[in-house]
């Protein structure tokens, strides 16, 4: 082990001396640089990047002026502060509804720089992700801007009635104001990031011409940067070169229940994985106040005290005030303690941190602009509760919603208010005078940047297919045994070559098109890479080969549902975010859908998007040998689960046709803002020919009688694939003397939706009669089944007169042949077929069908093992 002075040290450096003296500075440092990565690579270095600085990126020598009116922005930020303040205590006077005072009041500083100088508003404005719990202040701005009423901030969480604001981003309820839905942390970082991928796709391809320089702004907090999906896709958008990004990480050091790192520093932990990951990292930390005590550190005491100290105590600092702050900051070295000597412990107090600065916060964003090829990352340092008396920087002060009167006493001081504090229980806003030089200038910068944000735009769209033949050809009986996931590989191909809606089809695949058979769409569509193709790929000499390029149409997301299913909800909101109206088929395993991203798809009902999801390889018993992991029995539970989330299970081509060509014109010819489901399976089969007088509407509202006896004993109702199964069951059954009516149920939540509003209609008196009711009104046993959970079929049994039964794949799934799984959930032709001769009170015959089929019913509950 070699000591501390040793010889060897001195080798060292007289080598580097001499390298020095010989070669020059500039060779001696970029040799000592190399050689220190290979140092790091060996591990015999602690961490470089973990040791970065607890400084800010640009100093103050770098910086340019503020080009704002500082003093009327001042006002027009406190303002905001106050009125934002307003909203959270009105709706919690008296009623409880709950809202956030100290995340805004952190934040108002990073909002207020970019609201004045660099949100783009107007055509192509720029996406900003608002931090969901900062509502208030967004709605508080909106306000003095003149967009929300008084009315609209007394009724904050009130939404029921009508004029209320509802309380986070959500575009469901507010669909002319907010853009995209955020409170659920770490969707809105991932989002952002596949949005400003998108919007690169759709600039490559020509689609979208953009004007240079708009922006994705990501804003949120420190703590929601624990969420995975905050973090997951940020080698991505450095891969990618995404300077269209910026996200602005409130670093107020302080989350829900405490210090997000109370024992080190999350301004720290984040630029060491940003940088790392490629980002361009701008430490915003000490505001201007600190300048002046930084030019004097000349022995470095303050510097090293600023980077020894942990988040937990710069937290205490500003909850305990300038005094605490002198003992325990500054007195942590006494050359330190020198520089504030002459200071006063309220000025110590008031050394402001950066994220408080609009000329700090200026300048960060300005740096954003001028990174090409990455995107940026602002850390910015504020305090949380800031400028709220006693509450600011507590541990309880997230929930904070009332105030005591000396609470409030002090926020108007701290922010110079223009108000009586003897009229203080009113709690009135702040507003201008259109006259005023305040109310001009918010209006003006708004205006000089092309118009109010948050705004959302629908574009109403009219994508007419050029033709029907992609669909007429599925109308006649398949040639070859075929499965549902070929018959869509064949139709979204056709529809990629549609004259005037084919350039609007994207594919999106997480990493799984050979597994749907998509490879052939590789070659002749290519595959969209931000840098084309740098290489000579494996396959080249092959008709299917990996042709990655610039201007790809399909997107291959890798092994990446919740990335896949961000740029897929990027592209299903275009329509309104780049009026530009795209229809994106994700398609994917089914099991790793909505299971896997739930979260996801609700946001995206939210954000009324429009597109198509293929859940790929479904159904419990369809995906044989893959086992418990694989076999979906519930994506449809879960789909149902969104309210404007359409689903389907077709078994036959021409439904999945029709409901592909009837969901395009729902989406983009009617705009509605639904978004559609349809399960594919991968098992081949025969697709008879259409019925002659099926109509599309029957098959959209989820039933239509497939096969039709004069005189019938039972219905059977089947799902998917299982119609295979119960047309099979039909025809053991006539041995039996027992005549089936076999319906194809295309969507039994679509049935069950039908019933509910109609049910709904009837006890308010409208007389409607829902298309379920109308379907099974004539009573007789019926026996429905699916691939899925019993709780499907079991949605409709209200409206099916006659006894039901329904059968299902409740449990686990496991891995075995086809044959086995269907026999062993007891969905197979046996089944139904046993299942419909109880259901018509032949106990006899059931006992003698029994024998026959060999039918095993002492099988175990599904629940347990
Ligand atoms: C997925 C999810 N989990 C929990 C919450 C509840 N929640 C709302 S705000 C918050 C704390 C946020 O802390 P931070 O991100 O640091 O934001 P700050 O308010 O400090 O700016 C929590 C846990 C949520 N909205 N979403
Ligand atoms: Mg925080």
């Known amino acids: 082990m070699i000591k501390k002075n040793s010889e060897e040290i001195n080798d060292w450096v007289d080598a580097l001396e001499n390298l020095v003296l010989f070669n020059g500075k500039d060779d001696a440092s970029e040799l000592i640089q190399n050689f220190f990565k290979y140092a790091e690579n060996k591990g015999l270095l602690e961490s470089g990047f973990a040791n970065l600085p607890f400084e800010n990126s640009i100093s103050q020598y770098e910086e340019v002026d503020y080009p704002g009116d500082w003093n009327l922005e001042e006002t027009i930020r406190h303002f905001i502060r106050w009125n934002a303040l307003i909203t959270v205590l009105k709706a919690n006077k008296e009623l409880d509804l709950g809202g956030h005072i100290s995340t805004y009041s952190s934040a108002a500083t990073l909002y207020e720089v970019g609201f004045n100088h660099f949100f783009k508003g107007g055509d192509l404005s720029d996406m900003v992700y608002f931090q969901g719990h900062s509502s208030p202040g967004i709605y508080a ?6 967009s929300i009423s008084e009315q609209q901030l007394d009724n ?28 659920s942390m770490g969707l809105g970082p991932i989002m952002a990031i596949y949005q400003a991928h998108i919007m690169k796709y759709l600039e490559q391809r020509g689609l979208l011409q953009n004007q240079d320089k708009r922006k994705i702004w990501m804003f949120c907090g420190d703590g929601e940067m624990d969420e995975p999906e905050s973090m997951g896709a940020i080698s991505l958008a450095a891969r990618e070169k995404l300077d269209n990004l910026i996200f602005v990480i409130n670093c107020n050091l302080q989350r829900l229940d405490g210090p997000v790192r109370g024992n080190s520093r999350i301004i720290t932990e984040l630029g060491t994985i940003f940088s790392a990951a490629g980002w361009n990292v701008v430490n915003t930390i000490w505001g201007r106040k600190w300048d002046e005590l930084l030019a004097k550190d000349s022995t470095g005491a303050l510097k090293w005290v600023m980077n020894n100290t942990v988040d937990g105590e710069y937290q205490n600092f500003k909850a305990k005030g300038g005094a605490y702050t002198r003992k325990h900051f500054f007195g942590k070295h006494p050359e330190a303690l020198k520089l504030v000597e002459d200071m006063t412990d309220h000025e110590i107090e008031s050394l402001n941190r950066g994220g408080h600065d609009p000329l700090k916060v200026f300048n960060a964003y300005k740096s954003a602009y001028e990174c090409n090829d990455k995107p940026t990352v602002i850390l910015a ?26 609470n409030l006493k002090d926020f108007i001081k701290n922010f110079n208010l223009p108000i009586d504090t003897k009229k203080l229980n009113k709690l009135d806003y702040l507003k201008f005078n259109k006259n005023s030089k305040e109310y001009k200038y918010l209006i003006n910068q708004r205006k000089k940047l092309g118009g109010f944000l948050p705004r959302r735009e629908a574009l109403k769209s009219n994508l007419k297919v050029g033709t029907e033949s992609h669909f007429e050809e599925f109308n006649i009986q398949s040639k070859r045994e075929m499965s549902t996931t070929m018959v869509f590989v064949r139709l979204i191909t056709s529809l990629l070559r549609d004259k005037k809606i084919g350039k609007n089809i994207v594919p999106i695949v997480p990493d799984e098109a ?16 931000r840098e084309g193709q740098k290489y000579q790929p494996e396959d080249a000499d092959k008709v299917m080969w990996y042709r990655e390029s610039e201007d790809g149409v399909m997107l291959e997301e890798g092994i990446n549902e919740a990335g896949a299913f961000s740029a897929w909800i990027a592209l299903a909101t275009s329509y309104a975010n780049n009026s530009l109206p795209m229809i994106p088929f994700y398609i994917y395993y089914s099991m790793f859908g909505f299971q896997r991203v739930h979260d996801l798809a609700w946001a995206a009902g939210d954000a009324r998007a429009r597109g198509f999801l293929l859940g790929a390889t479904s159904g419990r018993t369809t995906l044989n040998g893959e086992g418990l992991q694989h076999q979906d029995g519930h994506s449809h539970l879960l789909a149902q689960t969104i309210p404007n989330c359409k689903s389907y299970d077709p078994c036959f081509d021409y439904e999945l046709a029709a409901i592909i060509k009837n969901g395009i014109d729902d989406m983009y010819v009617q705009n509605n803002d639904n978004y559609y489901y349809l399960t594919l399976m991968n098992e081949n089969y025969i697709h008879p020919e ?24 039972v219905r059977l109702l089947a799902s998917g694939l299982t119609l295979c199964f119960a047309i099979e069951a039909s025809k053991k059954l006539l041995d039996f003397g027992i005549n089936a009516n076999i319906w194809s149920i295309t969507s039994f939540n679509e049935l069950a939706r039908g019933g509910i509003i109609a049910d709904q209609n009837k006890m308010i008196g409208i007389d409607s009669k829902s298309y379920v009711e109308s379907c099974f009104e004539t009573e007789m046993p019926t026996v429905a089944v699916s691939e899925y959970q019993k709780l499907y079929a079991e949605q409709i049994r209200k409206w099916v007169n006659g006894n039901y039964t329904c059968l299902g794949t409740d449990g686990f799934g496991r891995s075995d042949t086809r044959e086995k799984l269907r026999e062993f959930f007891e969905i197979d032709s046996n089944h139904i077929a046993y299942n419909a001769l109880l259901l018509c009170g032949l106990n006899k015959e059931a006992k003698k069908f029994k024998t026959k089929y060999k039918l095993k019913l002492n099988k175990k509950n599904p629940y347990v093992r």
């Not at 800031?386 to 509450?391: D, H, P, T």
């Not at 050979?514 to 969209?528: A, E, P, S, V």
């Not at 259409?690 to 019938?712: C, H, T, V, W």
């Open 514 to 529: 050979r597994t749907f058979g998509m490879d052939g769409l590789f070659r002749q569509f290519g595959i969209y890479s």
């Open 156 to 183: 904050f969480r009130q939404e029921i009635d009508g004029v209320g604001l509802s309380s986070y981003p959500h575009p469901w309820l507010m669909p002319e104001y907010w853009q995209f839905p955020t409170v």
């Open 690 to 713: 259409r019925p002659k007088n099926l109509k599309d509407s029957e098959i959209m509202q989820g039933a239509y009688l497939f096969r039709k006896q004069n005189k019938a004993d």
């Open 381 to 406: 340092f504020t305090v949380k509760g800031y400028g709220i008396g006693s509450r600011q920087a507590d541990n309880t002060t997230h929930q904070v919603k009332k105030l005591t009167e000396d």
């Open 141 to 146: 701005r909106s306000f003095l801007e003149g």
